[in-house]
């Protein structure tokens, strides 16, 4: 298996047991690579960041990246790489 390196950032919010959530957080992201059989093309590894956030954060975002002024509960900015 690949290594995964998982960053878990609290930029705002009311987000207790970071430190819970961030193992739980990790434990996700490798099943759902495991699971979804897909193909990297590279075996350096995959780097994942997740920020947890507040609804005005998350507002702000929508509106400047997806022209939608309100919040959502999940944002995603994929990142490309070359082998």
């Known amino acids: ?38 193909e990297f093309p590279s075996r350096k590894g995959v780097v994942v960041s997740i920020v947890l956030s507040d609804n005005q954060s998350v507002q702000n975002l929508n509106k400047i990246y997806r022209g939608k002024d309100a919040p959502t509960n999940v944002l995603a900015f994929p990142q490309h790489w070359h082998s």
């Open 1 to 38: 298996m690949i290594p995964i390196d998982v960053e878990v950032i609290q930029e705002s919010g009311d987000w207790k047991d970071l430190e819970l959530k961030q193992t739980h957080i990790h434990g996700l992201i490798e099943k759902t690579i495991q699971k979804s059989g897909i």
